[in-house]
Each structure stands twice: as structure tokens, then as C-alpha cells.
Antibody, heavy 118, light 108 residues
Framework: EVQLVESGGAVVQPGGSLRLACAAS????????MHWVRQGPGKGLQWVGL????????FYIDSVKGRFTISRDSSKNALYLQMHSLRTDDTALYYC???????????WGRGTLVTVSS | SYDLIQPPSVSVSPGQTARITCSAD??????VYWYQQKPGQAPVLVMY???ERPSGIPERFSGSTSGTIVTLTISAVQAEDEADFYC???????????FGGGTKLTVL
């Protein structure tokens, strides 16, 4: 059974940093790209970025480029989202999602909440 | 810029058919994927590649396309179908992904 479990969410002040993690199990982690998606309070889904299967390529939405970094550790079956210079509009529930061979994302975690507030 | 346009809300009575549309930019039409999100839960994939239904999703859910408009149809709607629905598609390069604004399905 595929499982994705996010952790690391917290309350952080504007300008602060945070690292989120996503523990993956139930599939061959090394074979799949992985994504981060966020959802602000009462808002819709927003794709944040992706990392390809071997960590050689990452892509980000413009609003987080230069502030967020996605990485992965195949030895731990873990995905990470390092966030710097956090802003109040980064406040959201952050999901990790597994890439689907047929496109899109087929499995999601339950999310971890990041609140940026002074 | 590339946008996916969804109606903010759709309302139907139980047993009726709900149709939720996702309109894409003509120059960037790629496959569309649909997610159902119930309150407090993670999104669930209910349709992929416009018209393909994942295993475990009821046959009441179907997808169709007409030009640059992709439609998620839910036949014989049940109270349990009430949720937010999001379409997802990559940009023309297939690299960046975009969600539609979401449609709240209300079962009256």
C-alpha cells in the first residue's frame, strides 16, 4: 500500500525558514518524480514544484523560486521541501504527491500545516 | 499565461447528473486530470488523461472532451459525492502543472 506521510509543519515568523519532509513507502521511490502541492486556508490547490526521479531536475512556481528547494534522499525514501524567506502568503497545508506514470499525481499524503505569522 | 477555468459551483439533486467543466487555453491543451476533495481530506484522483477512470472509482464518474473543454460527469449523483473538484493539467512543455480554481459540488 502506497503511503506518504508529511511532517515538519509549524508556526514560523515572516522571513523564517522551515524544512518539510515526506516519508514514502509501498512503492519503488527511486522510480518516480515527486511533487509538492499546497492549499491556503479556504483556498484551492496550488502546485509548488517537482523533483524528478533521480533528483537531477527540479521545477518551481515563480512565487517560490529562489526561496524553496525540493530534494530527495533515496536511502531514506524521503522527499523534502526546504523553505526560506517565508511570507504570510506561504501559509498553507502542504501535501506531497507521487507522480503517476499516466500523468498527474496518483497518491497524496494528508498534508502538514505551515503557518507564517508574527 | 496558461489558465484552467472551472465554474465555482454546481448544484444538483440526488439521482441527477452533475457536469463540471474545465476550460483550457487552446494552444496549451494537454491531458486533464480530475481530483475530488472532501472536507478535511486529501484530494483523490477520479479521472486521468481526460477520460480514463482509475480503479476503485465508481462507474458513475466519466470524462469527456470537446475542443478545449474537458468535462467531468457524475451520473446518478449521491450525497457522498458532495465535494470540491479540481482539474489539473500541465503546461505546453509538460513540466509545470496548474490546477483549476475548483468547483464546489453541492448535492441538494
Amino acid at each position: 500500500e502506497v503511503q506518504l506521510v508529511e511532517s515538519g509543519g509549524a508556526v514560523v515568523q515572516p522571513g523564517g525558514s522551515l524544512r518539510l519532509a515526506c516519508a514514502a513507502s509501498g512503492f519503488n521511490f527511486d522510480d518516480y518524480a515527486m511533487h509538492w502541492v499546497r492549499q491556503g486556508p479556504g483556498k484551492g490547490l496550488q502546485w509548488v514544484g517537482l523533483i524528478n526521479w533521480d533528483a537531477s531536475t527540479t521545477f518551481y512556481i515563480d512565487s517560490v523560486k529562489g526561496r524553496f528547494t525540493i530534494s530527495r534522499d533515496s536511502s531514506k525514501n524521503a522527499l523534502y521541501l526546504q523553505m526560506h524567506s517565508l511570507r504570510t502568503d506561504d501559509t498553507a497545508l502542504y501535501y506531497c504527491a507521487k507522480d503517476n506514470r499516466d500523468g498527474g499525481f496518483d497518491y497524496w499524503g494528508r498534508g502538514t500545516l505551515v503557518t507564517v505569522s508574527s | 499565461s496558461y489558465d484552467l477555468i472551472q465554474p465555482p459551483s454546481v448544484s444538483v439533486s440526488p439521482g441527477q447528473t452533475a457536469r463540471i467543466t474545465c476550460s483550457a487555453d487552446a494552444l496549451s491543451k494537454q491531458y486533464v486530470y480530475w481530483y475530488q476533495q472532501k472536507p478535511g481530506q486529501a484530494p483523490v484522483l477520479v479521472m486521468y488523461k481526460d477520460t480514463e477512470r482509475p480503479s476503485g472509482i465508481p462507474e458513475r464518474f466519466s470524462g469527456s472532451t470537446s475542443g478545449t473543454i474537458v468535462t467531468l460527469t457524475i451520473s446518478a449523483v449521491q450525497a457522498e459525492d458532495e465535494a470540491d473538484f479540481y482539474c489539473l493539467s500541465p503546461d505546453s512543455s509538460g513540466t509545470f502543472w496548474l490546477f483549476g480554481g475548483g468547483t464546489k459540488l453541492t448535492v441538494l
